[in-house]
């Protein structure tokens, strides 16, 4: 069985709904097993990540650019 892991990032909560639909669509292909993470539950197992057979990664955009969140203990961006 292949392993999927959806993770993303969501401001807002559009990111989250669009990963919710890919990961349910993923969920559908028989021989997968599906599995849908915010960043901050990826970045805290990343064995699981590590083992994955593919990993579909989702972000919003702000002005033209990727999201950047920021993580428990990282520093400030200047």
Do not use: W
Not at 11 to 25: D, I, N, P, W
Request: glycine share 10%; charged share 15%; proline share 4%.
């Amino acid at each position: 069985m292949a392993i999927v892991y959806t993770v993303y990032h969501s401001g807002f909560g559009h990111t989250k709904l669009q990963a919710e639909a890919v990961h349910r669509g993923a969920g559908l292909v028989a021989g997968i097993q599906a599995n849908l993470r915010t960043t901050e539950e990826a970045s805290a197992n990343l064995d699981e990540l590590d083992a994955a057979d593919a990993i579909i990664f989702g972000c919003p955009t702000y002005m033209g650019n990727m999201s950047a969140e920021r993580l428990p203990g990282q520093a400030p961006r200047h």
